[in-house]
């Protein structure tokens, strides 16, 4: 499979509460070097005590993170909650499983258009 470029590189946050904690900066996401503000976002539609809906609705009432790109993930998403996520701001939404190569080829639309 071809990589993305430029590179792609992961942090993984366990849930919405962490990813908040980590895209504020706050506790040990404190240091920007170490954990840098992130060029997109990749988030799950349903993640149990929270839905991904919520979360970017909470992103975007945060303007420094009001233009980063979002995408949801879905495995059982009904079609008005697929709208709802992409009325409150992701870029995409999409259906699980998702094939690597999508991915990939996802990725690197990401990629380049933050390079513009």
Do not use: H
């Not at 993984?12 to 504020?24: F, T």
């Not at 240091?31 to 839905?51: Q, T």
């Amino acid at each position: 499979m071809k990589a993305v470029d430029p590179p792609v590189r992961w942090f993984i946050c366990r849930n919405p509460s962490e990813a908040r904690s980590y895209l504020k900066g706050t506790g040990m996401y404190s240091d920007r070097k170490k954990y840098p503000l992130p060029d997109a976002i990749v988030s799950d539609l349903k993640m149990g005590s929270e839905s991904g809906a919520d979360f970017v609705c909470w992103l975007r009432t945060r303007k420094e993170f009001n233009q980063t790109p979002v995408l949801i993930f879905s495995g059982c998403a009904s079609p008005e909650e697929m709208k709802q996520a992409e009325e409150l701001g992701a870029q995409e939404v999409l259906r699980k499983p998702i094939k690597v190569e999508d991915l990939r080829r996802l990725f690197q639309k990401l990629a380049d258009s933050v390079r513009k």
